[in-house]
């Protein structure tokens, strides 16, 4: 199929642009031969910035070769920024400038935007389930082409400190092409949903998953707490897959010797809190693919809009009375 006549899927992360997990998804895509791959991605880690945005300040946007692309950029804003970017590009007339002329040539001659198909951002270094799902850069990509109306996909790989390898990426990939596929199929048919997106979780021991699995979010999460550091070290760093690093604080560290006028501390991995119920975390640690549809709204449980009904009309008789 020619390039120009090929639907095109951008790809978009929260690890950043070198990340290996976007590097893989980016092979396994362009080897199928199918659709035109174009990157749109932070030019470094953005993990865990959630659906923040830049606002009061203009982004910058660099043109870097990844292999197979039609193009890829580097941009210094955040995950959602990424896709959003080139889809206002896409559908507006703007101004643009000469410097700013591969994205013309890209613009008209790749990604008309009748042949824009799908946005997805990952492969993420570790799982995003449960309530991490809110801290998610990786699944704000997804929710960010979601919200202009473009079906998007979140992937995560289930990585573990001492299990996992690099490799594990590529695997994977492969087992989310499928799925990426069958969207597409749907997409050309008119009969897939726009009303959410998928977020995709890959077990640890890909090679030998149980398969797919259509799960809901859960409550699952990992609680973390600040700990006092010295100002010359950084202590145990926090990796993208939320858990700690290997430079400890030394052990005659004592706090004491820290000034009150500036005291450091650092995030550190005080232990799970699971959900009890068959939902997407417990899901992929079974060893599923688990794919979670997600909406861009969340609403309150039952429970709570029963109580706030009744609560809510009882508001103006506190009007004044003394806080208790």
Not at 226 to 239: D, H, K
Request: charged letters at 20%; glycine letters at 6%.
């Amino acid at each position: 199929m020619e390039d120009g006549k090929r639907g095109t899927i951008m790809i978009t992360n929260d690890d950043g642009i070198d990340a290996p997990g976007l590097r893989a998804l980016v092979d396994s895509l362009v080897n199928t031969n199918v659709f035109n791959v174009l990157v749109c991605a932070p030019d470094s880690e953005k993990s865990a910035v959630s659906h923040s945005i830049t606002w009061l300040h203009s982004i910058s946007a660099k043109q870097v070769n990844i292999h197979g692309t039609v193009a890829s950029f580097a941009v210094s804003g955040t995950p959602a920024d990424s896709p959003d970017l080139v889809i206002s590009l896409l559908c507006s007339a703007l101004s643009i400038s000469i410097k700013s002329l591969i994205i013309c040539v890209f613009i008209e001659i790749y990604v008309p935007s009748n042949l824009f198909k799908q946005v997805i951002s990952g492969i993420n270094r570790g799982s995003n389930c449960g309530y991490h799902i809110v801290y998610s850069g990786t699944v704000a990509g997804a929710r960010e082409a979601f919200f202009n109306d473009i079906p998007s996909i979140s992937i995560s790989y289930d990585w573990v400190e001492g299990k996992s390898n690099p490799h594990d990426y590529a695997l994977a990939a492969q087992v989310c092409i499928p799925i990426i596929n069958s969207v597409l199929a749907e997409i050309k048919n008119q009969s897939y949903p726009r009303k959410c997106f998928l977020n995709i979780d890959v077990p640890n021991n890909v090679a030998n998953h149980k398969g797919y699995k259509l799960t809901r979010q859960g409550k699952s999460i990992i609680k973390m707490g600040w700990r006092q550091v010295t100002s010359q070290t950084e202590g145990r760093r926090m990796s993208s897959d939320m858990t700690n690093t290997d430079a400890d604080i030394p052990k005659n560290f004592g706090t004491s010797s820290v000034s009150p006028e500036n005291l450091s501390f650092v995030r550190e991995v005080r232990g799970p809190i699971l959900d009890h119920d068959d939902t997407d975390y417990r899901s992929l640690k079974a060893g599923y693919i688990t794919v979670t549809p997600l909406a861009g709204l969340s609403n309150a449980e039952e429970d709570c809009k029963t109580f706030f009904e009744y609560w809510l009309p009882s508001v103006p008789k506190h009007l004044s009375s003394a806080a208790l």
